[in-house]
């Protein structure tokens, strides 16, 4: 097995690669001009091709093993299409400065209005209420399913119901607070149309 070794290394064109890749000098004249065209190629310009190309062998030169695929062509061709590809992601994010001043106050606010806060607490308030008039059961199972984040099996679990009434009970429990919230919503419509 030892005997076939070298020879399928020979054959491979990798065993010359070994030989000759020792010297960092020797690898960049063999490569260098491959990779410089081939960052060209993918549209870099001549003084970032050239920049990147040294990038690329001294990332070669950095890794603890630099032959850890099958040939070191395809290796330095994967790290210049890498290197390639930071470069163009680097690019597209926009800078900070690229708005002008005067657009500063046409960005949203994320906090909510006035009135969002003040519509959010008066439908909070409705749920609240709508949930105090259901019975205990009902009650729990909403507030377990809804706000506990069980599931209606592991809701009929915790209050001894089968999975069927619990499901029942969450189903009656959801109606009468959307029945609730929409009584209120057209309350407040029908209050601001007088």
């Known amino acids: 097995m030892l005997v076939n070794r070298p020879a399928r ?7 010359r690669e070994l030989y000759l890749s020792g010297d960092p ?6 490569h260098a001009a491959e990779i410089n065209s081939y960052l060209r190629r ?6 970032d091709a050239e920049d990147l190309t040294q990038e690329v062998f ?15 062509r395809a290796y330095l061709y994967t790290i210049a299409r890498n290197l390639s590809t930071d470069v163009y992601r680097r690019q ?10 005067e657009n500063y106050c046409d960005v949203p606010d994320p906090t909510p209005s006035l009135d969002r806060i003040v ?9 609240q209420k709508a949930l105090a008039t259901l019975p205990a059961t009902t009650r729990q199972a909403f507030e377990l399913y809804h706000f506990g984040d069980l599931t209606v099996t592991q809701v009929a679990g915790k209050l001894n119901l089968s999975i069927s009434r619990a499901w029942a ?19 407040r419509l029908s209050d601001c149309a007088s």
């Open 119 to 127: 519509f959010g607490r008066q439908q909070l308030l409705t749920v």
């Open 42 to 47: 993918c549209g870099h310009s001549r003084d």
């Open 58 to 72: 001294t990332r070669l030169l950095g890794t603890s093993r630099p032959l850890h695929r099958h040939h070191l």
């Open 25 to 30: 000098q020797v690898l960049y004249q063999r």
């Open 92 to 101: 597209q994010v926009a800078p900070v400065s690229s708005m002008p001043e």
């Open 9 to 15: 290394l020979l054959r491979a064109g990798l065993f």
């Open 169 to 187: 009970l969450v189903k009656q429990a959801t109606l009468h607070v959307h029945t609730r919230l929409h009584e209120t919503a057209v309350g």
